[in-house]
Structure formats: C-alpha cells, structure tokens
C-alpha cells in the first residue's frame, strides 16, 4: 500500500430502474453526506428484460444471460454508455461506484441458527438456504449478517441471520455495465439495505418502507435498523398512470406530469376511490407482510411504528391517505435527503425528485454513514 495514498472522501450511487437511470455523487464533510451533483436519465431502460428475455422474477425459471450469447453484452454495452453519458453531463468527479440489484432477481431470507462460530455459521447457512434457493447454489452469491442477539435468544443459544443471495450472472452483468461506462464498481447491495440508510439509519423500531416504482412496488419491513423482509408486486407507477390516463382522457406521456400536480393538491382532495384496485392489493401485501414476521419467533410483542412511501408515485396524495385510514401508524412520504448537507437554493428541486432518487442517495450514503 502506497504511504501517499489519499482515503477515498467522494462515493458515487447508481440505481439502474426500469424507467432510467438515477445517480447521486456526495463528498464527506465531517462524517456527513455532501450532495456534489445528480443526474437522471428519462430513458425507458428496460433493462432487466432486454438482459434477461424478461424473465424478471426470482424462481428456478429465470433465464441466465449466457444463455442469450452476445445479446447480454451488447445491453451491456447501451446501458453503459447511457450510464457514461449521465456521469459526463453530470459533471461527478469520481470513478468509482456502489451499484444496487433489483428486488425481484434477490433471495432473500431469515435463518434460525444455533449459537457457532463464524465458520460454522457460514456452514450451516449454505447448508440450509440450499432447501429454498432459486438456482443451484454454485450460481449463487451469498451473504449473510448475524443479527444481534435479544436476551432471550441468548438464554436458548440460538441466532437469527439475515441472508442474501444474488445470481451470479446478474452480478457478471452489472459488471459490464459499469466497464463500458468507465467506472470501477466497488460494491453491488440489495435496493433493501439502500432504502434503510436512506430512511431508517439508526433507528431499532419496526418500520415498514414502500418503495412504488413504475412497473412494481417493492415492501421491506426494517427492524434493529436491518431489512428483515422483502416481497414485491407488479403494480407500481405505471397503473397509477393508466388509471389517470383513462380518468382525464389525456396521453400516457402527460400522466406523469399530472401525478406530480396531483401532489400539491392537498389532502382529501384526489377521490381515492379511483385507484381501488392498486390500493387494494398494496393494503394487502402490507397486512400481510407485518402478519408473517409478528408471528415470527421472537416478534411477537412488537409494534410497527410507521409507513414510509418512496418511489416516483408516492406523491400520489391518495396512496398516503389511503393506507393511514387502514393501518394504526403513522404514514408518511420519506425525506431521502434528510441527513444530506446541500444548498438551501436546491431544495424545491430536490424535494420533487426526492422519492425517484431514495436507492441512489442510500447507496452513495454507504462508506460515509455506514
């Protein structure tokens, strides 16, 4: 190691959606976040389909990229320099980046254990996720972090760890991306622990975080400041729009504009009874998510606190109204830039693409909050 070494204090994110591309430069100054610059591309990306014959869904179905020949390098290639040209026009001084992975391709999973090493804990994680994977397990990333243990855990010597597994080809594929953009990607995470840094931090309560994007809707349920579940459902933005586009008799193309000055309505001003389909299949993928972990072991006795929406069509006032009628919690939009140090002239700017940018700006957050 060189003794003139600087340590790194500028931290790229990048979140690659199915509607563009998102990234967030922050410098540190003083252990906090320094917005430097930002960028999003408008593009209709796609790319999970165009990489993977739209197999976008995590069971043994999914398609390997490989298999594809030269069609996965040559998406590759057009998502990177989309992403290069993103990094020029943005102005971001830095080469190297934290990347997220898309919910629907990522296993995702809490283990029971007995008290081991840490040799032996890895053991016995590949020895039982390999009941539930997707894929062999030899095309599978894995990681897993053990969870603090509670006193009662401790009495019966037994851990609770949080396992993620990825595709390797997906991992490979991101690589490529990055390579043609002429960036080094130094860390790939799941979209889940990004939207934690953003919104939860250091907080340990029990929180659930929805995140809308444009073809689905995302839900974690944070607890001790970690994801401990993740499910998906393809309703996102897109419904949200075809529903407005149908209402109002106008293009695709402007429904996007209107849910942004749908936002400054106010409450109870958007009937929500327009949006009942979509609604009703997120309040029950909510109520079911906080019903499977109460009931899991050692959950029993805890209280969700809160809601937080993120996502383009979070903005939607009759998503927030709606769920805070359902559920005996506080139900809010989050603010991803809330421990974010920028210019005070930004802030109208930076509150309306807030929700789109929220895995962007957690990723960015990652060596400089932890």
Known sequence: MSLFQ???????????????????????????????????????????????????????????????????????????????????????????????????????????LPESDKKRITQLVRAEVTKFLPRPIEEMQITHQVIPQTKIEKQKKYVRVLVTAAPKFLIQFYTKIFQYAGLQLTELETEAFALTRSFIGKDQSTAMIVDIGAERSNFFIIDQGLPMTTRSIQIGGNHFGKIIDNTLGIETAMSKQVKYDLSSFGPNKVDPTLFQEPLGAMIKEIQYNFDVFLRQVGNEG??????????????????????????????????????????ERLKQRLDIIGPRMSVSIGLAMRNILG
């Open 6 to 112: 600087k340590k790194q204090t500028s931290y790229l994110g990048v979140d690659i959606g199915a509607h563009g591309i998102k990234l967030v430069e922050f410098k540190q100054s003083k252990n906090r976040p320094q917005l430097w610059t930002y960028g999003i591309t408008h593009e209709s990306t796609n790319i999970h389909a165009g990489a993977f014959g739209g197999n976008e869904t995590n069971d043994a179905t999914l398609t390997a990229s490989g298999e594809h020949g030269d069609t996965s390098d040559e998406q590759a290639k057009k998502f990177g320099l989309w992403l290069k040209d993103l990094v020029k026009k943005s102005k971001a001084t830095t080469t190297t980046a934290i990347a997220s992975l898309p919910v629907s391709y990522i296993f995702h999973t809490l283990v029971t």
């Open 302 to 343: 805890k209280r969700p606190e809160k809601i937080i929406l993120t996502g383009g069509s979070a903005v939607i006032p009759a998503i927030q109204e709606r769920l805070q009628k359902e559920f005996p919690m506080k139900v809010f939009i989050g603010d991803p830039w809330a421990r974010v140090v920028y210019q």
